[in-house]
């Protein structure tokens, strides 16, 4: 069942977050994954909300998640988000048959 990976950023080390964005396509790339949104313009309807950017990204399942989000070359470039932004990820089920 595909998953879908939601990150909600607020970005406080610009030059440092941008050279990971330089390394993330190919990475997320060979571990099957695909950037669906990544935007610094979300209007916000309702409520309120604290970050600057959200990121949603889709995988074939959680295993192929996990594969990314583990692997050596992800592991290395993710140094650079950690200490650019603070922030929030959440690894959501699709919904079946949609």
């Known amino acids: 069942m595909t998953v879908f990976a939601i990150a909600q950023i607020s970005v406080h080390d ?8 330089s390394r993330f396509m190919p990475v997320l790339k060979q571990y099957g994954g695909r950037l669906l949104a990544a935007d610094e313009r979300a209007t916000v309807v309702e409520g309120a909300w604290p970050h600057d950017k959200l990121i949603l990204m889709a995988f074939e399942d959680r295993a192929a998640f996990e594969r990314w989000a583990g692997s050596p070359e992800y592991q290395e ?6 200490a650019a ?3 929030v ?10």
């Open 77 to 82: 470039i993710s140094k650079d988000r950690v």
């Open 89 to 98: 990820v959440l690894l959501v089920d699709g919904v079946p048959g949609a």
């Open 14 to 21: 610009r030059p440092r977050y941008e050279r990971y964005v």
């Open 85 to 87: 932004t603070e922030g």
